[in-house]
Structures are given as structure tokens and as C-alpha cells.
């Protein structure tokens, strides 16, 4: 009796583990990474879990959280998914007499990444410029660099205000750059941009600025007048400058020699220009954009709705690839603001806000265009993929801001800036083609987007 009251408790137990077994095998957790969005109506950061199944997205919990600062513009995540860097952009006055512009809350706020993808706020950091623009990392998370609009020549009055008008006859080597405002300020001049050089310490994610060799006690690098954009290959560092006539680098791509160290060396091809010539005439362009692939670098005009790809070659120097520039023929939105290069190398995305006699429409009316890529002889050709352009329904993703393939390669996502959401798309590895997601496709973020990214959940 004893022996068989034993057997049928074991059976019990038995059972109940089995049953305890299927039931979290039936509950895993299919989180596969984390995708970040800024906000600048609130400063805030969104962070939402992704679902390796279907693409769908979580808030986590607590999100959003505070970005650290004013205006938060950019962020990046170095290899190891361990820290986050925002960029926060702050505020800018200028002053409707001198030309001067102040700034103020601008900085490079650290975050940890938790195990569950929440961000905890660490330190904050500032770049040796004014205006920051972009940030970026190396390949190998080593260094981080600040692009800013102007750098620090003849400062004055503290690390707020930065005196970058000079009314003037005309240009000087400290404020090469002329107003692009001509009618208010026809004799105000400006500092070159630069870009600011952090070591990461591996360890706590803290910065120490890089002292740049050929000027004694400067924390920066040069580049040319007015930057937009720039990007890192593992050899250079490219800077799309919007240039001025004034310093003769109107529309260039500054390059620098990236040293191991984190130092910027000038190449012997300092400046490559990017022109659009037709029928023998340099047509202007409007250069908003730059992305750095292993290959080639893509410049996207806005305003013009055209694709620059220029290829790199071993000292820096860029040549245009055979039929650049490429029309952004087949979106009906117009207005290239961001692209990707997929996994593969074998598509081009490109993020369409819209244009309105030059300038974003806030009426929607966005879509991404994709591409693929063919090589032949070292030449690209750019052919639309499937059923491009993939529009956005009703009310998503208007003025897209960001554009980025998730951890898993199977998504791309993009988050509008006045829909204040943020969309998923299934990549089709065969042929390129862009598909709504199995579940709801459009997710709530924080207000006015500004830009995203995602990360691995495995670290």
C-alpha cells in the first residue's frame, strides 16, 4: 500500500513537471533586440523590445526615459551593445544684428545597456566645437566622433557662447566661411567646422578627448565651412561639408586619414568635390545626407532628388561610380533623407520624405525606395526592386527621419517625425521586395522622432 501510494505521487510529480516543461517552452521569450528612438518634443528616449517572430514591438518598462539634455539629435552604439551615446544637439539663438550664435544644453550624454535593454544615464560629456551636428564610432568602438557646425576660434564667454559672426570687409583665416544668410547678414563670417576625437575606455564607457598633434593644445580636427553629415570607413573619415565660395569648398567631401590611435591625418586629396554635370554645366546640389558603407560612400540630394554614390579609393580620394548621379526615378515621394546598404550588400534603401519646393512636406506622402545593387566592372547600376516604392498607409511615418535594418536582418525599420511612430517592414532576402509585418506593422513612439537604431538582446 505504502510502495503504491509512493509510485502514484511520483506519477503525480511526474506530470506536473512535464506539464510545467511544455508550458515555459510554449512561453519563450522570442526578444531578439531592442530598438532606441529619440524624441525631441519631450527629450526623450523610447525603448521598445522587438520580437524576433513577427517584427512587432514593446515599450519596455519605464520607457521613455530622459536623453540627457536639449534637442537630442543622434545616437550611437558601439560594438559590444554595453553603452549608448546621445547626441544632444541644445539650443541655438542668433543674434538678429551681429550674426553671432549662442548655444547652450548641448552635450554627449552616456548610457549603460541593462540585460533587458533599459538604458541607465551615466555621465555627459561635451565635443570642443559649437553646434554639434552627427556622431559616430569606429568599427571597432575604440573612438567616438562629434561632428560640429563650427569650432571654437577666438572664444569668449564661457563654453555656452560661441562668438562664430564677425562683421567684416571681408573673409580672414579664423572666419573663412561666409553667412549663407546674404541678405540680413551680407558681411558676417564664420569658423570652419570640426570634428571632436573621444577614446572610449572599454571598461565604463568614459571619454577622454584626443589632443590633435599639429596644433599645440587643440582638441579637435578642422574641416570645411558648414557641415551636414559625416561618416567613417575603416581607413577615413568623411565630412560632406555645404562650403562657401568665400573659403572655394562650396559642395565637398572633406577626408581624413583615420590612424589606429584615433588621430585624423589630412590626405593628400584634402577636399573632393561633388557636382552634378550636365551637358558640360555644374549644376548646384543639396547634399543632406551621407552614408559610409565597406564600398562606397551614398550622398542623398535632397532637394533635387538625386543619389550620389562615389567610391573610395586607397589614399581617400573619391571617384564617382559610372552613372552617378542616379535619379531617385521611381519614388512618388521624393525627397531622399536617409539610406541603408542591407547585410548582403545587395540593396539599397533610401527614405523618402517629400518635397514642397525644396523643403519637407508635413502632409505625409512618404515612402522608401529600394535598389538593387549589380556590379560590373567596378560600376553599379541601380534597379528598383519588386513593387518599389513601398509606401506608408494613412497617417505613418510622415517626414521619415531614420532608416536602419534590425540585428536579425529579417526588418527594417523607419520612424516618422510628425506621426510620432515608428515602422516595420519584412525584407524579402530573394528579391529585395519590402512587406507589411504579420501583426500591426506601425508602432506609438515618443514625440517628434528624431532618430533610431536597434541593437542585439545577446550580450
Known sequence: MTFRNVSRTLLLLAGSLSLTLGLTSCSADHTVGYI????????????????????SLANLKGSPIGSGGINPIRAVVPSGDRYMY????????????????????????????????????????????????????????????????YSPVGLTGGSTTSPTG?????????????????????????????????????????????????????????????PVD???????????????????????????????????????????????????VSNPVNISALNVTAANLYLLDTQNDKIYIETPGSS??????????????????????????????????????????GTFNPNGNSDIAGFNQTSSNGSITLVPVQNSPFAFAAGTISNPVCIFEDPTNQYIYTAGSVDNSITGRRIDPNTGTLSTLNKAGTFPTTGTPSWCLGISSAF
Open 166 to 226: 564677425v562683421i567684416q570687409s571681408g573673409p580672414t583665416t579664423a572666419y573663412p566661411c561666409k553667412d549663407p544668410d546674404t541678405v540680413n547678414f551680407p558681411n558676417t563670417y564664420h569658423p570652419v567646422g570640426d570634428v571632436t576625437v573621444f577614446t572610449i575606455d572599454q571598461s565604463t564607457g568614459r571619454l577622454q578627448a584626443v589632443q590633435n598633434p599639429r596644433q599645440l593644445n587643440i582638441n579637435y580636427f578642422p574641416v570645411g565651412c558648414f
Open 316 to 357: 581617400g580620394a573619391l571617384t564617382p561610380v559610372d552613372g552617378s548621379p542616379f535619379t531617385n526615378s521611381q519614388t512618388q515621394a521624393g525627397g531622399p533623407v536617409q539610406s541603408i546598404v542591407d547585410s548582403t550588400n545587395k540593396y539599397l534603401y533610401v527614405a523618402d520624405g517629400g518635397t514642397a519646393s
Open 230 to 280: 559625416f561618416g567613417i570607413s575603416s581607413s577615413f573619415l568623411y565630412t560632406m561639408d555645404a562650403g562657401s565660395a568665400t573659403n572655394n569648398d562650396l559642395q565637398t567631401v572633406f577626408v581624413y586619414s583615420l590612424g589606429t590611435n584615433g588621430q585624423l591625418t589630412p590626405t593628400q586629396t584634402t577636399t573632393n568635390a561633388i557636382t552634378d554635370v550636365v551637358g558640360g
Open 86 to 149: 546621445v547626441l544632444n544637439g541644445g539650443q541655438a539663438a542668433k543674434d538678429p544684428t551681429s550674426g553671432n550664435i549662442t548655444y547652450s544644453s548641448s552635450s554627449i550624454a552616456l548610457f549603460s545597456v541593462g540585460g533587458y535593454g533599459q538604458l541607465t544615464t551615466q555621465l555627459q560629456y561635451s565635443s570642443q566645437g559649437y553646434g554639434p551636428q552627427r556622431i559616430a564610432v569606429d568599427s571597432g568602438g575604440a573612438h567616438l566622433f562629434v561632428l560640429d557646425e
Open 36 to 55: 532606441y528612438v529619440l524624441g525631441t518634443q519631450y527629450n526623450q528616449i523610447s525603448e521598445l523590445r522587438e520580437d524576433n517572430n513577427n517584427g
